[in-house]
């Protein structure tokens, strides 16, 4: 299985961006599909972006037009550019990449948005 370690979180303020990464190891991470979630104080984890190993992209509604999802696969890394961050942003930001039958799961990494 791959292990994942997420980067790049933080404090910004509303309006601001960050580009949060999820670097990978142990597996061959080119064939994960990679997703990013998101979990807020008190409510579930939601899922926010996702990339398919051969680069089509998805989602949330919430995020269309603000993030964007990518990925670098000779580097094994997976990118979540966020742009006019606002408050209801802040989480806490994890990947997981999912080859069936499993999935791995990173630490998270903290974003908050100040207003």
């Known amino acids: 299985q791959v292990q994942l370690v997420e980067s790049g979180g933080g404090l910004v303020q509303a309006g601001g961006s960050l580009r949060l990464s999820c670097a990978a190891s142990?597996?061959?991470?080119?064939?994960?599909?990679v997703g990013w979630y998101r979990q807020a104080p008190g409510k579930q984890r939601e899922l926010v972006a996702v990339?398919?190993?051969?680069?089509?992209?998805n989602y949330a509604d919430s995020v269309k037009g603000r993030f964007t999802i990518s990925r670098d696969n000779a580097k094994n890394t997976v990118y979540l550019q966020m742009n006019s961050l606002n408050a209801e942003d802040t989480a806490v930001y994890y990947c997981?990449?999912?080859?069936?039958?499993?999935?791995?799961w990173g630490q998270g990494t903290q974003v908050t948005v100040s207003s």
């Open positions: 997981k990449g999912s080859r069936y039958p499993y999935d791995s």
């Open positions: 142990g597996s061959i991470f080119s064939i994960y599909i």
């Open positions: 990339i398919t190993r051969d680069g089509v992209t």
